[in-house]
């Protein structure tokens, strides 16, 4: 399974970004999906993540800003960040888990926010 990130980019606070995770390979056992990310010092935490039967999960920090979705035809999962706030500055990665904890054994390459005050 290849993961595919995109869509990071700099953003001024109050804005909005929206992430792509494109999956390829043998994606069919793929349950779940996860986007973490991990600011400068700090550990990678879970933001959000969504099942094959869409129950989707949110860290305390972004509940009501972003949103997380899943395009099976296309195999992709997009994270839609608004309300950005500078403390969102981290590299985002995505994960793909054949179970349901959005903590399995493959992750894409990082892709970089930065929300600027």
């Known amino acids: 399974v290849q993961l595919q990130a995109s869509g990071g980019g700099l953003v001024r606070a109050g804005g909005s970004l929206r992430l792509s995770c494109t999956a390829s390979g043998t994606i069919f056992s793929i349950n779940a999906m996860g986007w973490y990310r991990q600011a400068p010092g700090k550990q990678r935490e879970l933001v959000a993540g969504i099942t094959s039967g869409g129950s989707t999960n949110y860290a305390d920090s972004v509940k009501g800003r972003f949103t997380i979705s899943r395009d099976a035809d296309k195999n992709t999962v997009y994270l839609q960040m608004d309300s950005l706030k500078s403390e969102d500055t981290a590299v985002y990665y995505c994960?793909?888990?054949?179970?349901?904890?959005?903590?399995?054994?493959?992750w894409g390459q990082g892709t970089q926010v930065t929300v600027s005050s």
């Open positions: 994960n793909a888990d054949y179970g349901s904890s959005y903590l399995g054994p493959h």
